[in-house]
Each structure stands twice: as structure tokens, then as C-alpha cells.
């Protein structure tokens, strides 16, 4: 079974998938204590992609998991001939909890920070985006500010004289917040390819100032002043452009 | 009686299926989604004398049907290993170690460090994520050099793991007069991608080795070519199972022990219905799983 609903410009979409396990708790309502934001899920359909692909948690609410994914992957070719959502976690580790932080985050880095702000009712928020459309999909709390291009995150932020900040986005975005806030307590939510999504393949290797970590095992939230090098994941991330061209072939 | 039961140099494996070297480390994160009961054996990931960060990211890149990885054997070094890992391995399955190094008294003292905590040693001659001048697999004298000096320190059956990217009865030849008891046809594939927006590689390193389905059939005639070659010697066949299906082709093929790798890393809690899809099949053909080891050369089964 499966629930989903694109943006309007067709760059996104929320994926709903149930959600049934209850560990020990008999009342589904405690459901939401098994599953923490910063946490990942292995998603794949019954017939591919063959690697699952790890998506944050967006949200989890009445037994339902929701996935804010961007379009033109390898895993949303699958997921347009298949009825049946697989999912595999939840993997990683919760995002620390700050004290009054100040979230931010571009394009389907919203995922996490998204459920984040949810679960512990943060208000203070920079969400990006390259347009509206993506407003309309996403459900951003009235208190945050959004922005389109041209007008940046960060170009709202650096203005916030927070403590505390968490930020996921793209590298660049990444990469710009480090620099910016390079004084500040920030975190980063780091994306990287994997294969097991458990810590057994050490394929989502990152450079730290301690020694190699993983993504999946020892992340995907990182303290910014840890990471040797943000730009690292840039071709990894960037991988999808393969994927969107062949779907462009396959459509004409 | 264990239909699946096959005896190989002496070891007795409860079935044929044997986690490959890697995909699921040293067996820490593994054993929380399946007991080692029920797998034949379990092969770690690659030991060396010295701790090894591995390669530089991106170290992974998907493909239709498989995936690309350049991690570059990383572990954390034989002193680490002797110490702390290797008296851990689970006794309920045949307990593999795979070792790596670059000249002969590495891994003749590697094998001499290791034997006592394992059933079987794998000599890994063919990463193709380490060497710049390429697998060691590729020079016949090394790897012979190699073996025999492994051969000398123990009684334990040897594997030796070749690469798909040579002459595999070649590179069986040379491991089989050198002292080797089974051949693991194969490691991974060497190839790469590009991301055509900005015309450089995805891996950091250019080339990765490629797993996954995607290379069975490859891997199939490698191991239906090396058992043609040298019946009596056995063979692990190594590459993109996913089905008890794919594991009764490498038996037909001529394997005796059919490893799991990717399989492993994406799907650990998917490997018993393997298992017992391999016991249904031998239970609806009345046969054991000896019988069809190398079924495709005696013109099929009887």
C-alpha cells in the first residue's frame, strides 16, 4: 500500500507508508517513540531498485511514515510500476535535541529538519526551496520563514543570533552554512550513497577529525566542526543526473 | 538427513551457503538480523598487518541492478583482529578468514596468526581497490610465492580468491599447484561510471568493483569454466545471488559453496529463505546437494 503526492512542477513528492511496528507497545499511539527525526529508512519496492535507498523520516504520525523524496531517482522509476513499498529501519541516530536551535534547510534536506521541528515543537526555521511549488507539497510551521530563489537560507539566517543550529541541504548550501556559522554549535545532516544502511559495508565513509566515520552508523548528523571536508559528497549526490537523462530517453 | 549438508576438504558445512568477504564486515552488525546457525560459513572481510583507512569518498555508486564500491579493505589491522575480533567469531558456522598484504611473508604471517581461529583461510589475491599496479593476481609468480608460503604454515584448507578480470583457469592453475585446496571464483568486477554533468568519475578512485545480478551470468562461466578444467578441485562460486535459484545454477555450474555478498549487505534477513529455498528445491528433485555440483557436466542431472 502506498499513499503519495507530487509538487506541482513534478521535483518532488511525499510518500506515505505505513507504519506498523509497535516494538513492545500495545498502544499504537507509543508507536512515535520507536522511530526518532534524523533517522533513516531503507525504501525500495518489490521489484527495485536493487540497493534500497535511504530516505530521512519527514513525519510519523497515526502509523504512518512519511518520505519527502526528490524526483528523477532510480527508486521513483520503481516506485511508479510497483503498488508495494519495502521499508528496512529505521537506521542512524536521532538528532541531538538543542536547546533553542535554529533549523535550516534546503530542498529534501527538509525531510528531517521537518520532522525535527515537529516532534519538539521548534519554531525557529529557514526552509529553501527553488520555488513555490514546493511550498504547496510541504506543510512549514506559520512561525518559520521561507525562501525562493534567487533569496537564499542563508541569506535570512545569517542574521539569526542563535546559539544552536542544525542544517540539511545540499553541499553547497552545506558548505556555505559551515563557513558562516563556523563559530557557532552547528550541525550538520550529512547525505552520502550506501549499500547496507547498518555500518556493516563502509561504503558512507566521511573524513572526521577522528578518523573515517560512517553515515549510517555514526550519523547522519555530525557536529560541523568535526567534518574534515563537506564537499565530499558532492558527486555522490549529484548522481542522479545520470538517472534523470535516462528517464528523459525513456519517456520520448 | 541434511540434504544440504557438503563436506569440503575435510569441513563439514550444515549447508552451501557462505557469506562473502565484506558486505557484512566482521560479522558485528550481521549476526543482529540472522543467527550464524544458519549459514554454512562466514567469511570475514579482508584482514592486513596494518590498520587500513580505506579509499577516500564516494566509495559506492548504484547501477541498474547492482552497485559499484571502492572501500579499499578497510579493517583495522591483524593486532586488532587477533585480539579482539577473531576469538568473537560465531563457532555455530564454519568461520572463514580472508587476509590480504602485498608480499609473501605477509601473509605467511597473517596465516600463522589467524589459523587457530578458523576452519578455513581465504588468501584474497584479487581486490581491485588496493594495488595501483593492478591485483596481485595478475603476476603468476607472486601469487604463487604467496601461496606456498601460506601453505607452509598450516594444515587448514586454503581458498584462494581470484579476479574475474583474468584467465580464471590460469590464475586456478597457478593457485592449485601452489598448495590450494578451493578456488573462490570470484572477487568483483572492475568497472566505472561518469556523471555526465560534470564528465568526471562517481568514485573518487575511478574504478570500483561491480556486484550485484547484474554480473552472474559472468561469473557463472567462470566457474562452469574453472570445474571443466579442474573437476576435483572445489570451487566457491561468488557473484550476484539472490534466489535459491541463483545458488542451485552455481552448484550446476559447479560450485560447492555458493557465496553471498551484496545479498548479504542489502537484504541480511532475507538469507534463511535462501537457505530453505535450496532445501525445497533438493527435496521436490529427491536429491542431495552433492549430487548436483557440477550437474551441467555430466549433461544434467541424471
Known amino acids: 500500500m502506498k499513499d503519495f503526492k507530487y509538487s506541482k512542477d513534478g521535483e518532488f513528492l511525499l510518500v506515505d507508508v505505513p507504519y506498523d ?3 513492545s507497545a500495545k498502544d499504537t499511539s507509543k508507536i512515535r517513540e520507536n522511530v526518532f527525526p534524523g533517522q533513516f529508512f531503507m525504501v525500495k519496492t518489490p521489484v527495485g531498485p536493487y540497493v534500497p535507498r535511504p530516505f530521512s523520516v519527514y513525519d510519523l504520525k497515526d502509523g504512518m511514515l512519511r518520505f519527502l523524496i526528490k524526483s528523477g531517482g532510480e527508486f521513483e522509476h520503481f516506485f511508479k510500476n510497483s503498488s508495494k513499498i519495502v521499508i528496512d529501519g529505521p537506521f542512524g541516530n536521532p538528532m541531538p535535541i538543542l536547546e533553542h536551535p535554529l533549523l535550516l534547510s534546503g530542498g529534501a534536506g527538509y525531510a528531517p529538519i521537518h520532522f525535527y521541528a515537529m516532534r519538539y515543537e521548534f519554531k525557529e526555521m529557514v526552509v529553501g526551496a527553488r520555488d513555490e511549488a514546493f ?117 520520448r | ?73 578497510q579493517n583495522p589491522g591483524i593486532k586488532i583482529f587477533e585480539s579482539r575480533i577473531a576469538p568473537k567469531l560465531p563457532k555455530t558456522t564454519r568461520r572463514i578468514i580472508s587476509i590480504g598484504g602485498e608480499s609473501p611473508d605477509d601473509f605467511s604471517d597473517l596465516t600463522s596468526r ?44 586454503l581458498i584462494v580468491k581470484i579476479s574475474p578480470d583474468l584467465n580464471v583457469v590460469e590464475q586456478s592453475r597457478v593457485a592449485k599447484e601452489s598448495g590450494a585446496d578451493i578456488i573462490n571464483v570470484a572477487n568483483s568486477i572492475q568497472g566505472t561510471r561518469f556523471n555526465v554533468e560534470t564528465g568526471q568519475p562517481f568514485l573518487k578512485r575511478i574504478n570500483g ?72 528445491f533438493l527435496k521436490r528433485k529427491k536429491m542431495n546437494f552433492e549430487d548436483i555440483v557440477g550437474a551441467a557436466h555430466k549433461g544434467g542431472f541424471e
Not at chain 2, 588468501?123 to 610465492?145: E, Q, T, W
Not at chain 2, 562461466?221 to 541463483?246: C, H, M, N
Request: charged content about 25%; aromatic content about 6%.
Open chain 2, 1 to 73: 538427513m541434511n540434504k544440504l549438508k557438503i563436506t569440503i576438504k575435510g569441513v563439514e558445512f550444515k549447508n552451501p551457503i557462505v557469506i562473502a568477504s565484506g558486505p557484512a564486515g566482521f560479522g558485528e552488525e550481521f549476526f543482529e538480523y540472522l543467527s550464524p546457525s544458519e549459514i554454512g560459513g562466514f567469511t570475514t572481510k579482508t584482514v592486513t598487518p596494518f590498520p587500513k583507512d580505506g579509499n577516500k569518498p564516494p566509495r559506492i555508486v548504484y547501477v541498474r541492478s547492482g552497485l559499484l564500491n571502492s572501500i579499499g579493505l
Open chain 2, 209 to 280: 568493483g561491480l556486484s550485484g545480478p547484474a554480473f552472474m551470468p559472468i561469473i557463472l562461466w567462470k566457474v562452469y569454466q574453472v570445474k571443466e578444467a579442474f573437476p576435483d578441485l572445489p570451487i566457491i562460486g561468488l557473484g550476484g545471488v539472490t534466489t535459491s535459484r541463483d545458488v542451485v545454477e552455481y552448484a550446476i555450474a559447479g560450485a560447492s559453496l555458493v557465496g553471498v555478498g551484496a545479498e548479504a549487505m542489502i537484504n541480511p534477513k532475507g538469507i534463511p529463505a535462501i537457505v530453505r529455498g535450496v532445501g525445497e
Open chain 1, 135 to 251: 511550498f504547496e507539497l510541504v506543510d512549514v510551521p506559520t512561525s518559520s520563514v521561507s525562501t525562493v530563489e534567487p533569496t537564499t537560507v542563508l541569506d535570512v539566517a545569517k542574521f539569526s543570533p542563535l546559539e544552536n543550529v542544525i542544517a540539511c541541504g545540499p553541499v553547497p548550501m552545506l558548505e556555505k552554512t559551515a563557513e558562516i556559522f563556523k563559530d557557532r554549535n552547528l550541525y550538520l545532516v550529512m547525505e552520502e550513497k550506501m549499500a547496507c544502511g547498518r555500518g556493516m559495508c563502509e561504503g558512507c565513509a566521511i573524513m572526521t577529525k577522528s578518523g573515517i566515520k560512517f553515515v549510517c552508523k555514526d550519523g547522519p548528523t555530525f557536529p560541523a566542526n568535526e567534518i574534515m571536508d563537506v564537499s565530499a559528497g558532492h558527486s555522490a549526490v549529484e548522481e542522479n543526473s545520470n538517472e534523470q537523462i535516462e528517464d528523459h530517453d525513456q519517456r
Open chain 2, 114 to 157: 589467524i589459523e587457530e581461529f578458523c576452519d578455513m583461510l581465504e588468501i584474497n589475491l584479487s581486490c581491485p581497490n588496493v594495488h595501483s599496479k593492478g591485483v596481485i593476481a595478475a603476476d603468476g609468480k607472486l601469487s604463487k610465492d604467496i601461496i606456498s608460503a601460506c601453505r607452509e604454515r598450516t594444515n587448514k584448507p
Open chain 1, 21 to 23: 511496528d509497535f516494538g
